[in-house]
């Protein structure tokens, strides 16, 4: 298993073939997540809970009206919401790894991204979009500290996907110091 240890509760330091490996713990956990759930997606099988008590989100009129057009797409991503009358939207079910965020502020954040771009945006984009969202909330932050078996978790799974070199903005998830470097800076030729 994949031995790493945790730097300034923000980075995560392992090896490979090429030298040190430097990795940011957020930027890649938030890669992870965003593979897996868009698997889940396209799958069909996100988990999700029912609210054991719908919430109402109050919103303005065009926000209403968005979230709304975007009712199929939401509930892809396991957020069912319908109109409860007036600008207030009823949120019935939420995707289970954002337990611990509440669904008003997630619906607000939804809107608001819709409503940034002008015109609303296309399924594929918005799901993207609401991915992104998603798994950055849902991902480790800079400055948690993580337990042994978590930095090792988080190492292995960065072979599992394709693409974990760059977090969902783009951003590097780590940086790698070649053997050649090291031996240089400590004069070892």
């Not at 919103?59 to 975007?70: K, N, P, V």
């Not at 409860?84 to 954040?109: K, N």
Request: aromatic share 4%.
């Amino acid at each position: 298993s994949e031995r790493g240890l945790q730097v300034h509760n923000r980075y995560l330091v392992t090896e490979d073939d090429q030298g040190m490996v430097i990795i940011d713990q957020h930027a890649l956990h938030e890669r992870i997540l965003y593979e897996q759930l868009r698997e889940r997606v396209l799958a069909g099988t996100l988990e999700t809970q029912r609210l054991l008590v719908p919430e109402t989100v109050n919103l303005t009129a065009a926000e209403a009206a968005s979230i709304l057009d975007a009712r199929e797409t939401l509930a892809s991503l396991g957020i069912e919401v319908e109109g409860f009358g007036g600008d207030t939207i009823l949120v019935s079910s939420y995707p289970a790894m954002l337990g611990s965020f509440s669904p008003a502020e997630v619906i607000r954040q939804i809107a608001d991204q819709m409503m940034g771009g002008g015109k609303a945006p296309d399924r594929r984009d918005l799901v993207d979009e609401l991915l992104h969202m998603i798994s950055c909330k849902a991902a480790i932050k800079a400055g948690d500290r993580l337990s042994k078996e978590e930095v090792t978790a988080l190492l292995e799974q960065r072979h599992l996907f394709h693409d974990t070199h760059h977090c969902p903005h783009g951003r590097p998830t780590a940086l790698v110091v070649t053997k050649e470097e090291l031996h240089k800076r400590f004069k070892r030729t």
